[in-house]
């Protein structure tokens, strides 16, 4: 079982520039896949980005030359650099492994942009 835990959300005006972190712990050695989603109510999760044991990235179209997602160290950190931020950015955001022991999820942290 991989836990996992996220930091450094809050409150960020419009334009603005906000860096998760997410540290995983745990069955960590099947990890394949670390990456960020996003949920607000009312809505599903959605992806907003991913990064694979190679370096490989994915993003939402929504977020596309915005954010960046990166490693340090693949299996243990992952990290989302959000910069000019949109309003529509709000959200909960969760941090998301995949691998061999299966899915996995923490407990979210709040993303609010607003002037």
């Known amino acids: 079982q991989v836990q996992l835990v996220e930091s450094g959300g809050g409150l960020v005006q419009p334009g603005g520039s906000l860096r998760l972190s997410c540290a995983a712990s745990?069955?960590?050695?099947?990890?394949?896949?670390m990456g960020w989603y996003r949920q607000n109510p009312g809505n599903q999760r959605e992806m907003v980005a991913l990064i694979t044991s190679v370096g490989s990235t994915n993003y939402a179209d929504s977020v596309k030359g915005r954010f960046t997602i990166s490693s340090d160290n693949f299996k243990r950190t992952v990290y989302l650099q959000m910069n000019s931020v949109k309003p529509e950015d709000t959200g909960v955001y969760y941090c998301?492994?995949?691998?061999?022991?299966?899915?996995?999820w923490g407990q979210g942290t709040q993303v609010t942009v607003s002037s």
């Open positions: 745990g069955s960590i050695s099947s990890i394949a896949i």
């Open positions: 998301n492994t995949k691998g061999l022991s299966g899915n996995s």
